[in-house]
C-alpha cells in the first residue's frame, strides 16, 4: 500500500511560518524526488519546490523562493516544507507528491505518480 499523507497546516496570520510534514510509506521513497504543490480556489495546482533523492539538489518556485525550504529527514521518508513571512496569497491546499523518477522537470504535475490528500494552509492579512 502506498501512502503520502500531510500534516502541519492551519490558520496562521501574515508574516507567520509554518511547517508542513509528509510522511510516505509502503514504497523505497528514500529514492524518489519528493515535491510540493499547492492550489489555491479557482486556480490549477502548480508547483512550489521540489527535493531530490538525495536531499542535495533544491527547486523552488520564483513566488516562495526566499522564504519556504524544502527538506528531507537522513531515513529520506518524511519531506519537510518550512514556510516563513507567510502571506495571504499562499493561501492553499498544499500537497505533496513522490516521483520515481526524479530528473530535471520536478516542476511538471505529471511526473509525480503518488500524491497526499493534501492539507490546508490559509493565510489571514
Given at each position: 500500500?502506498?501512502q ?19 510522511a ?49 529527514d ?52
Amino acid at each position: 500500500q502506498v501512502q503520502v499523507v500531510e500534516s502541519g497546516g492551519g490558520l496562521v496570520q501574515a508574516g507567520d511560518s509554518l511547517r508542513l510534514s509528509c510522511a510516505a510509506s509502503g514504497r523505497t521513497f528514500s529514492s524518489y524526488q519528493m515535491g510540493w504543490f499547492r492550489q489555491a480556489p479557482g486556480k490549477e495546482r502548480e508547483f512550489v519546490a521540489a527535493i531530490s533523492w538525495s536531499g542535495a539538489s533544491t527547486y523552488y518556485a520564483d513566488s516562495v523562493k526566499g522564504r519556504f525550504t524544502i527538506s528531507r529527514d537522513n531515513g529520506g521518508t518524511t519531506v519537510y516544507l518550512q514556510m516563513n513571512s507567510l502571506k495571504p496569497e499562499d493561501t492553499a491546499v498544499y500537497y505533496c507528491a513522490a516521483d520515481p523518477w526524479g530528473g530535471s522537470h520536478y516542476y511538471t504535475l505529471q511526473n509525480y505518480d503518488y500524491w497526499g490528500q493534501g492539507t490546508q494552509v490559509t493565510v489571514s492579512s
